[in-house]
Each structure stands twice: as structure tokens, then as C-alpha cells.
């Protein structure tokens, strides 16, 4: 059986949130933030390694609000994204001030990650369900093969917030439970019996309530980062470098290697409820959510 390790993407300030580190938003009964359950659903599940990407001005707050007690809990390291990381010959374009998105963030793990690992963002909530079937892919995956990845996949009526619309990566899945597609779906809210939303090109968009979307949980093998490398240089080649606000995206980059036939992934389906704190007048939802779980059983009251 693998080892198998947790990333998580904690570099973001929200600005949907009002420019605050909603990452670090105390939610619990005992001020647990929402990374508390997320490191105790990978640990609970089976996950070795915890790492952390992060930013060098956040350093001390993470430490001190999270690292240093998940530290005495489970193998924790921490990476940080830099904007000025970038391969040789390349420089950071006058002007630029945000990194280069969630492929760079995932890329920031390439010395510290040895192993498959899942990746998750910092500021939502998984529940143990998706954690336990991710990381039983990966502790079993065969290494000598490349490319064979999975995601979990959330029922989009399970992720929409009550205060605003959100991105969803909608997928199309093939028979087999393989995914075919993700198409990032953007504005999407509850109608009725369906979700609308608006597709790339501002068109509308209906959506059963149960469509699988991902929200960015992905189990990958330790060659992914190579894929990243690569992907990364031919990503500013193709006029990244001098775009100030274009993004090396995750899921972009496992889509292409999917419709290039380079890799396949699972789409493991979850009927866990995501939350999470998109806008400020999520933050009390998800105290709510936390202190029902609590009461049910599920988690104890301080983690």
C-alpha cells in the first residue's frame, strides 16, 4: 500500500469574501477553521503527510492558527507559491501581481511531495466520504502506471451557496465512471427543479441539480508534477508570460492531458454536502452546518 500525502491550496486571499483570509475564518464550537476538518477527514481516512501551500506573509499566521497543532497530529510540511517562481528564462511581467493560479500553487510541492496525493482547497468543506474513497485510490494505485488519476464528484445541488452564484467545473462522465470533460460553468444558481448558469462564451446554461461537478478534490501520482513542469513553460510560451492576469489552471491542465489520451480519471462519486465560505454571509451557514455535525455524532466538539 502507498503512502500517500494532502495538499492543500492555501495561498488565495478571497475577494468575493471582502479581501479577508477567509482560510483562516474560526468556524467550529472551539474555533476550529474549516482546514481542522479537512486534516482530521484525511488522517481519519488514511492520508500520511499533510502539506500546506502557502504564501512566505502568511507564514507566521498559519503556524500559529493551524500548523502548530496539526504538527503534533500528522507529518505537516509547508511550500510556499511564489509569483516569481517561474522556469528560466522568464521574468515577471511589469505590472503582475498575482501568481499564476492553481497549477503553479500544485507545482510549488515538487521537491516536498514524493508520493500520490490528494488536492484540495484550503476554504472547503469535503466531508469524510470524498477523503476516504480518494485516498483509497491513491494508497492502491500502481505506480508503474502513468497518468491513472481520480477526482471526487460532488452532486452540483450539493455545492450551491444560499448568498450568491458560483464557478462549477461541470463534468460529462462516460459509462465507465471515467471523466470525459470539464467544462468550467460560471453564475450558477438554483431555479426551481435546476441550476443556471453561463458557459465560457456568456450563454446560458441548464443543469440538472445532480450533474457531477468537481470542486477541485483531485488524487494524483508523484509523475503529475512533471506534467506540471512541462505544462507550466508551454503555458507562458504560449503568451502566458506577458498576459498580467491569465492562470495556469488545475483543472485545465488534467483536462487537456484527458482529451489528449495521457491520463485518465476516476470520477468518484460523493453524495457529501460541500460548504464552504465563497461570500461573508456564508461564514454563518457553515458555523451551523459544523455545530449540527458536532451534535450528530460525526465530529467531537473540539478537534
Known amino acids: 500500500m502507498n503512502r500517500t500525502a494532502l495538499v492543500i491550496m492555501a495561498a488565495g486571499m478571497g475577494s468575493r469574501y471582502g479581501g479577508g483570509i477567509k482560510q483562516l475564518e474560526k468556524v467550529g464550537p472551539s474555533g476550529e477553521i474549516i482546514m481542522d476538518y479537512s486534516i482530521y477527514d484525511a488522517k481519519a481516512a488514511g492520508f500520511d503527510k499533510v502539506v500546506f501551500i502557502t504564501r512566505r506573509d502568511l507564514e ?9 497543532r496539526v504538527e503534533k497530529k500528522i507529518e505537516t510540511e509547508y511550500v510556499f507559491q511564489e509569483l516569481s517562481d517561474l522556469p528560466d528564462g522568464y521574468t515577471v511581467p511589469v505590472g503582475r501581481t498575482k501568481p499564476w493560479g492553481t497549477g503553479q500553487a500544485v507545482l510549488s510541492c515538487f521537491q516536498a511531495v514524493k508520493e500520490p496525493f490528494a ?4 476554504d472547503d468543506y469535503y466531508g469524510r466520504e470524498a477523503f476516504v474513497k480518494v485516498h483509497d485510490f491513491l494508497a492502491n494505485a500502481d505506480l508503474t502506471k502513468k497518468g491513472r488519476y481520480c477526482m471526487a ?8 451557496s444560499e ?3 458560483v464557478t462549477r467545473g461541470v463534468c ?12 468550467e460553468t460560471f453564475g450558477i444558481g438554483k431555479k426551481g427543479g435546476r441550476a443556471e448558469g453561463k458557459n465560457a462564451a456568456g450563454e446560458p446554461v441548464s443543469l440538472p441539480l445532480d450533474s457531477a461537478v468537481s470542486m477541485n478534490m483531485w488524487g ?7 506534467e506540471l513542469k512541462a505544462g507550466f513553460a508551454e503555458f507562458l510560451k504560449n503568451g502566458g508570460a506577458s498576459d ?6 488545475l483543472p485545465q491542465v488534467i483536462d487537456t492531458m484527458v482529451q489528449e489520451g495521457r491520463a485518465t480519471v476516476e470520477v468518484l462519486r460523493t453524495g457529501d454536502k460541500w460548504f464552504g465560505v465563497t461570500y461573508q454571509e456564508d461564514k454563518e451557514a457553515v458555523v451551523q452546518a459544523l455545530r449540527a455535525l458536532v451534535d450528530a455524532g460525526v465530529y467531537p466538539e473540539s478537534l
Open 220 to 226: 494524483v501520482t508523484p509523475e503529475f508534477l512533471m
Open 153 to 160: 464528484g460532488f452532486i452540483l445541488g450539493n455545492t450551491l
Open 60 to 68: 507566521k499566521d498559519f503556524r500559529e492558527i493551524i500548523g502548530n
Open 119 to 122: 488536492i484540495i482547497n484550503a
Open 163 to 165: 448568498n450568491g452564484v
Open 172 to 183: 460529462s462522465v462516460d459509462p465507465d465512471g471515467k471523466l470525459r470533460k470539464v467544462v
Open 244 to 249: 498580467l492576469k491569465s492562470e495556469y489552471l
